[in-house]
């Protein structure tokens, strides 16, 4: 969330299903910094936004935001799916969409399944929450959602990087991301026990950013060479 606030967007808008998440994200983002954009308006015409006119966080269900339709230009998510089932996946792709102008972008960080990766692999990251995807998967739920993909970065897993980083977002979903505000021994046990598989397995994994836009004609798919 800071490096978001890092760069000085007009205004965002952050989704947290948790209350204790949602109190650590507030106090990590308040006051908002207004940036270039936001001090202009500021100085030419006098505008004085409080801070959760530029920046805010709305404690809600990521497949059920209460944003409105068409509302923003851009959605980015941290390690947030790799931790769904198939079915949740396609609900918080679908609210992404709603939520999304037309011509608007989103991405998001997951992990993805190795071209090595085998059953028993999958098998041991479910046990612990993790349902990472491949990339041709991730496109697919992407289509499904009336997204275009637009491209994927894909690179190896990096101790104590990438694989902290996405086993802490995805397995249990939001019960990890609290693991440090809170004695919950279940939840830190999980997301431990996440972390380990991650590494024990990042040989047949990659971390990955998948790109996707709400296309300007409803219906536009991408080229299926993509």
Do not use: N
Request: glycine content about 10%.
């Amino acid at each position: 969330t800071p490096q978001v606030v890092g760069m000085w967007p007009r205004s965002w808008t952050g989704i947290e299903p948790l209350p204790a998440a949602a109190k650590q994200a507030r106090a990590a983002t308040e006051p908002a910094r207004l940036g270039p954009i936001g001090l202009l308006e500021q100085m030419v015409h006098g505008v004085d936004p409080s801070p959760t006119d530029v920046a805010r966080i709305v404690e809600a269900p990521l497949d059920a935001t209460g944003l409105g339709d068409e509302a923003i230009s851009a959605a980015y998510g941290e390690g947030v799916l790799s931790g769904c089932r198939p079915d949740e996946i396609a609900a918080i792709l679908s609210e992404i969409a709603r939520v999304l102008r037309p011509g608007g972008r989103c991405a998001f960080h997951e992990l993805t399944l190795a071209y090595t990766a085998t059953p028993q692999t999958a098998s041991v990251l479910a046990g612990v929450g993790l349902r990472p995807l491949t990339i041709d998967a991730w496109r697919d739920a992407c289509h499904a959602a009336g997204l275009v993909p637009s491209g994927e970065t894909r690179g190896p897993i990096i101790d104590g990087t990438t694989a902290e980083e996405i086993a802490d977002g995805g397995a249990g979903a939001a019960l990890t991301r609290v693991k440090a505000l809170t004695r919950d021994r279940e939840a830190m046990s999980l997301a431990r026990s996440a972390t380990a598989a991650v590494r024990s397995a990042k040989d047949q994994l990659d971390a990955v950013v998948v790109m996707a836009e709400r296309p300007l004609i409803a219906g536009l798919r991408a080229p299926s060479a993509q």
